[in-house]
């Protein structure tokens, strides 16, 4: 069965900081990625999209970015975090056959002081 | 009008009633509808997909599907305290590579 990883679990950082998040999927090949994002109370906003090895797909312009260095990895990054990137960051997985169908891993709760 | 409407709630039921949700979409195109629960400090997790007009039951589940009025719905028979998250609809937006999320609604299950 597919499982996905999301770690830290939870993270604070100060202003003006770096940032990396990681996601891996198991028990699957050319997965599709996403980030999400999930501010407290609101509703999930995509970040980026990802169909294969070093395929990108930027939703928002923001000073986060990602990458995509193996099939089954998915890291988003910062270089300078601000405070308005604090939230609730959610990484999912859509198969190949049923590109539909997304499921979440577990989150990296941000706070940004 | 947002691509993926839903009432906020707290939507409010006592346990062992029906729970009603609902949420509509924007385009009339879209093929395929989920419903995920959310709990609190938690990641959604995903309870039922949808295609075909209609009523598609999963245990004490169901989701209905109406094309024509661009509404989707999940019935939550026998409530338990729970069920008391927050249930996210989302609906694949034609054009689009990931699924487009409504903000969610409340659902309160008093014991």
């Known amino acids: 069965s597919q499982t996905i990883h999301q770690w830290p679990a939870t993270l604070v950082q100060p202003v003006g900081s770096p940032l990396s998040l990681e996601c891996t999927v198991e028990g699957t090949s050319n997965p599709n990625l996403y980030w999400y994002r999930q501010a407290a109370g609101r509703g999930l906003q995509l970040l980026f999209y990802?169909?294969?090895?070093?395929?990108i797909s930027s939703e928002v312009p923001q000073n986060l970015s990602a990458s995509r260095p193996q099939d089954r990895q998915f890291i988003l990054s910062s270089k300078k975090l601000l405070l308005s990137d604090s939230g609730f960051y959610l990484c999912?997985?859509?198969?190949?056959?049923?590109?539909?169908?997304?499921?979440f891993g577990p989150g990296t709760r941000l706070t940004v002081l | 009008q947002k691509e993926v409407e839903q009432n906020s709630g707290p939507l409010s039921v006592p346990e062992g009633a029906i729970a009603s949700l609902n949420c509509t979409y924007s385009d009339r195109g879209s093929q395929s509808f989920f419903w995920y629960r959310q709990y609190s400090g938690k990641s959604p997790e995903l309870i039922m997909s949808?295609?075909?007009?209609g009523d598609k039951e999963d245990g004490r589940f169901t989701a209905q599907l109406n094309k024509a009025s661009q509404y989707v719905s999940l019935l939550i028979r026998d409530s338990q305290p729970s069920d008391s998250a927050t249930y996210l609809c989302a609906v694949n937006i034609r054009g689009r590579r990931a699924l487009t999320f409504g903000s969610g609604t409340r659902l309160q299950v008093q014991p």
């Open positions: 949808i295609y075909s007009n």
């Open positions: 999912a997985w859509s198969g190949v056959s049923n590109t539909d169908t997304q499921y």
């Open positions: 990802s169909v294969g090895i070093g395929q």
